[in-house]
């Protein structure tokens, strides 16, 4: 009885196990192609020097829930460990008002925040109200930062935004190019989105707004599934972001925002005063090491290793550094 | 918060932290952004919540009961139907429900698919007991007056094996409501929502959603197990209480924890 | 000391051609390879269920020996033990989350008491099973009530204590799952990396299954090193 206990439960994994196989795919896990490969510039790079003057100053790096902000943690993480800092991670905390919350609580002492995030988010400005100017966006929230005690460092090159997303049959059906143009048959629409969009002027509160939308309905789901609702034709339109990999995949159609509703999200490290001054002068610098290389189309490559190849953010951090001479 | 609501609000203020979130829902608040969230909203979320629970019960039942009957009947299968439930037992909840997000997709039907699946073992092994502990002479006997056997199976081993059945239906719903708390990550708003994506609700909904599904998973407890004494006969009623006259403790066995 | 010019290779991914891992599916040669991401998050789950069931162990212990001569304990302790087991344990991460922190130890208070109720009914039921007579003899014997619970009872109540252990060792590896909720890692947190990778989902579902089998069979084992005399009994 024992026998045939143990034999169940053997039975139950072979048939999960072929349950699996049935569903298996290709067997290539080989990521990309020969052709089309290249290699994109990150400056002027000097190797992270490591400063033991850094040494046993702490900082604890933090992150918002989804790949590319995991791939920025880890990133600025590793890269102060290179320049002597003890450095702790906390990454995957939550949407931005957890990751507020953390940092001002002091549970972590930095975590990359996007500007156009901020100024809707924490500083409560409308959504067409935010300069269109990334530069003009970052100042502004630079200012709203240190009223909470917080230092917000220069952006990266690369902006990251929300966009309306479907899937080219949709599209296609539809007859949309624009976000506008969902005006009149969006009662008819299902949108999917973070459960934070629900609360935010740069996504469905703005669609309301400036757009004047009504979807039939929005659903919250998790970020990460922001992709696989519109391939498993659970949802007419997702919001996604323009950095992710699986557009491009996919062939996703990105709605063009006519009305100008969604602000630059250029990424900012964004560190306690406090934390900054114990820091010394290194933090300030290796963060201007980091950045000047993290471009659109490296973003993207970063991304695609996580979702598409399946590398740790980890892993592809330490890649980024050293494929920049960052690191050794 | 509402001056005209009086001493029940003050009384509740007292309470702190616990006092704001029943307050909130049963009245909801405004967020700063202008949506409504806690009160009415509240109630949508119960809904789901509740309709998802009872739609996975149902179905499981149809599907386990007469299964469980019927092997029990003719005792077969009593390999599978009793390692069903170490399975079962065995099948963390996430990761089953991981495993209908990755293979299926989201959304309220793929989701009350894990949740039956989930519920099924207890029921399935708690009916094949239940009909295999009846008395065979009492079998034997209404064979000898002329029963078919299904007629035996309906009106003699399932009456008999009633309070057991129930016993697996209870540990199945609390179950199924703790599990359907997770139901967000799955694309299915339910109570789950305030809990896991706080950042709209706030400290207050989170702890007001905490409350509510406890509450929920209390009184389903409590509902089921009146149920489960209901339709206990009499007889096995007695043995028990002559069992805890003997000083033998009688604490519900229920084979699951709630997730 | 300038570095040449250094640059990421970027790969085209505009050709979106089939590949297993790339279309989130179940791909055993990319399992081979990086089965190693699965280590320490299957260690960590080992280290929270362990630990949590030890702790509920030695708690429900003292209770239960609290009980056994205070028999009017014993409903208040079942009921609030039950109730604790009832609450979902999702809500319960998150409400002690403000109390005790994001960490392993918010994670072990909630799974101790999951497991209170489990072991705790298990042991008294074990102990309330010794006949009576058995019991009346060995105090015939001379033995005092300490040297007859220790002597007598406890081991015959043996079989019922481990198949609670058994079915709270199960119950706490499916809770710990969650536990990431509480940031204390497991395999739950793995899971939840990549809910859309098949291969993913698979591997840390299916070593989340692995364990509980195994610690069942284990603790099944050891019990019946232990008690010898019930193996002619089926259970």
């Known amino acids: 009885m024992r026998i045939k206990r143990w034999l169940g439960v053997l039975l139950a994994m072979l048939l999960l196990a072929s349950l699996s196989l049935a569903a298996c795919g290709d067997d290539d896990d080989d990521g990309g192609n020969g052709g089309g490969d290249t290699a994109a510039d990150t400056g002027s790079s000097e190797a992270i020097a490591s400063n033991p003057d850094n040494e046993g ?33 906390q990454l995957n905390l939550g949407d931005e008002k957890t990751a507020l919350k953390a940092l001002e609580g002091g549970d972590i002492d930095a975590y990359p925040e996007y500007t156009g995030t901020a100024l809707g988010s924490f500083f409560g400005v409308k959504s067409n109200e935010i300069p269109k100017d990334p530069q003009q966006a970052y100042d502004d929230a630079k200012a709203g930062f240190a009223e909470k005690s917080l230092t917000a460092l220069p952006p990266t090159p690369f902006t990251s935004s929300n966009e309306v997303a479907l899937t080219k049959d949709r599209a296609d059906e539809l007859g949309v ?93 964004v560190v306690r005063d406090d934390t900054l001054q114990e820091a010394g002068p290194d933090l300030e610098k290796v963060i201007a090491q980091v950045e000047p290389g993290l471009t659109n189309e490296v973003m993207q490559e970063l991304n695609a290793r996580v979702d598409l190849d399946k590398k740790t953010p980890e892993q592809v951090a330490t890649e980024y550094l050293r494929e920049s001479g960052l690191i050794e | 918060m509402d001056e005209g609501e009086g001493d029940m609000t003050t009384t509740f203020a007292v309470l702190g932290q616990f006092g704001d979130a029943i307050q909130f829902i049963f009245e909801g608040e405004t967020t700063r952004e202008g949506t409504e969230v806690g009160g009415s909203q509240f109630l949508e979320l119960t809904w789901e919540h509740v309709k998802l629970s009872v739609v996975a019960m149902a179905i499981a039942c149809a599907v386990s009961v007469p299964l469980g009957l019927w092997l029990g009947h003719h005792r077969r299968g009593q390999f599978l139907a009793i390692s069903f439930s170490n399975i079962g037992r065995a099948v963390p909840s996430l990761a089953l429900i991981a495993f209908f997000v990755a293979y299926l997709g989201v959304g309220f039907t793929n989701l009350t698919l894990a949740l039956v699946l989930l519920a099924i073992p207890p029921i399935l092994t708690n009916a094949y007991v ?21 007629e035996i199976v309906r009106k003699v081993e399932l009456p008999l094996a009633l309070p057991l059945i129930f016993g697996g239906i ?60 209901a339709v206990t006969p009499e007889g096995i009623k007695l043995d028990s209480d002559q069992a805890s006259r003997r000083g033998r403790i009688q604490i519900p066995i229920r084979r699951h924890a709630s997730t | 000391m300038l570095a040449p010019l250094a640059q990421v290779q970027i790969q085209d991914r505009s050709a979106g051609d089939a590949s297993c891992v790339a279309d989130d599916g179940f791909c055993p040669e990319w399992i081979v390879d990086n089965f190693d991401r699965y280590v320490d998050p299957f ?25 056994r001569r205070r028999r009017w304990l014993i409903a208040p302790i079942a009921q609030i033990t039950g109730i604790l087991y009832t609450l979902p344990s999702i809500a319960v991460f998150f409400l002690l989350l403000p109390v005790t922190g994001r960490g392993d130890l918010t994670a072990i208070i909630a799974l101790v008491a999951y497991s209170l109720l489990i072991i705790f009914r298990n042991i008294t039921a074990g102990l309330d099973n010794v006949p009576a007579e058995t019991k009346d003899a ?17 081991p015959l109540a043996l079989p019922e204590i481990m198949a609670g252990l058994r079915i709270a060792a199960t119950t706490t590896v499916g809770l710990a799952t969650l536990a990431f909720f509480a940031g204390a890692g497991g395999l739950g947190e793995q899971i939840f990396a990549d809910i859309n990778f098949k291969s993913n989902v698979v591997v840390a579902g299916g070593l989340a299954v692995l364990l509980a089998a195994l610690l069942d069979g284990l603790i099944l084992l050891a019990q019946r090193a232990v008690t010898p005399w019930t193996r002619a009994r089926a259970t």
């Open chain 1, 57 to 89: 100053k702490r900082i604890v790096v933090g992150s918002k829930n989804f790949t590319e902000q995991k791939v920025l943690g880890e990133i600025f993480a590793q890269a102060l460990a290179a320049a002597g800092y003890d450095v702790d991670k």
């Open chain 1, 177 to 269: 190019e624009k976000i506008s143009d969902l005006d009149g048959e969006s009662q008819d629409l299902t949108l999917y989105g973070s459960p934070e969009c629900r609360q935010r002027q740069d996504c469905l509160l703005g669609l309301q707004d400036v757009y004047g939308l009504d979807f039939e309905k929005f659903t919250p789901v998790d970020i990460a599934l922001r992709h696989k609702v519109l391939t498993d034709g659970q949802a007419d339109l997702s919001i996604v972001f323009t950095t992710d990999p699986q557009i491009k995949r996919e062939g996703f159609v990105l709605l063009e925002d006519d009305k100008g509703m969604f602000p630059p999200y250029n990424s900012t490290f």
């Open chain 2, 130 to 150: 239940g009909v295999t502990q009846v008395n065979p002479d009492t079998v034997d006997a209404a064979r000898g007056i002329g029963m078919t056997e299904g």
């Open chain 2, 170 to 229: 209870r540990t199945s719903a609390v179950n199924v409501i703790a599990t359907a708390t997770i139901a967000p990550l799955a694309g299915v708003n339910t109570l789950g929502d305030p809990i896991i994506n706080a950042s709209g609700y706030g400290d207050t909904g989170r702890l007001a959603a905490a409350i509510v599904v406890a509450a929920l998973a209390v009184f389903t407890e409590l509902l089921l197990g009146t149920a489960q004494r």
């Open chain 3, 43 to 67: 260690m960590q789950h080992v280290f929270l269920t362990l630990i949590s069931v030890a702790i509920g162990f030695a708690i429900s212990f003292g209770l239960a020996l609290l009980a």
């Open chain 3, 138 to 154: 060995g105090r015939g014997m001379g033995l005092t009530d300490r040297q007859l619970l220790w002597r007598v009872e406890l």
